[in-house]
């Protein structure tokens, strides 16, 4: 799934069409973007604009794209398709904020729940982007904004006039006697 219809066009249906070998392919059909395998399994390329697009029969394993960009409505509605087979869910994005896709999945990957599992791929992670490009835009852009887009780290706009200066003034329980010694 995908959060538009160009993003399925532009993205993820010429991406999977390039890891699947030809030999696998018994049928696709662009009116209904479904492709059928030889082996008779299906994968149905889904915008999820209208979170009741959702909807459907069991899942054995869905794919959001981009999914800081899907409401947090389609994934609880698409959940119930996925939880009686059990199916899979595989959900790629760049963060974007402590929004739900961080409470509903990175927490609970960093966190250990079984079932859950989470990796950060940074830009300077690909082989193919020029690592002067990066220092150019790291040069050029805000540095939470640059944190977000390149690094992949969560992070918090709200005060950000303020940024990274406010946790350090942060006292957490515990380190009350280092502030305060008496």
Do not use: C
Not at 55 to 65: I, T
Not at 90 to 97: D, E, H, K, L, Y
Not at 127 to 134: A, D, G, K
Request: no cysteine.
């Amino acid at each position: 799934s995908a959060p538009t219809y160009d993003d399925l066009h532009t993205f993820v249906i010429p991406e999977v069409l390039k890891v699947i070998p030809a030999a696998w392919i018994g049928n696709w059909s662009e009116q209904h973007y479904e492709l059928e395998l030889k082996n008779y399994a299906k994968v149905q390329f889904r915008s999820l604009e209208d979170p009741d697009k959702a909807r459907g029969p069991g899942l054995d394993w869905a794919w959001l794209d981009e999914t800081r960009k899907i409401q947090e409505l389609a994934w609880n509605t698409m959940l119930p398709a996925l939880t009686d087979k059990p199916g899979v869910a595989w959900v790629t994005t760049s963060p974007n904020g402590y929004d739900w896709i961080y409470r509903t999945f990175w927490v609970p990957a960093q966190e250990g729940r079984p079932g859950y599992w989470a990796v950060k791929y940074r830009t300077r992670d690909n082989p193919h982007i020029q690592l002067e490009e990066i220092d150019d835009a790291r040069a050029s852009m805000d540095e939470a904004f640059f944190r977000q887009e390149f690094e992949a780290d969560f992070v918090h706009f709200t005060g950000a006039v303020y940024q990274d200066l406010i946790d350090p003034q942060i006292i957490r329980v515990g380190d009350e006697r280092s502030v305060l010694p008496e």
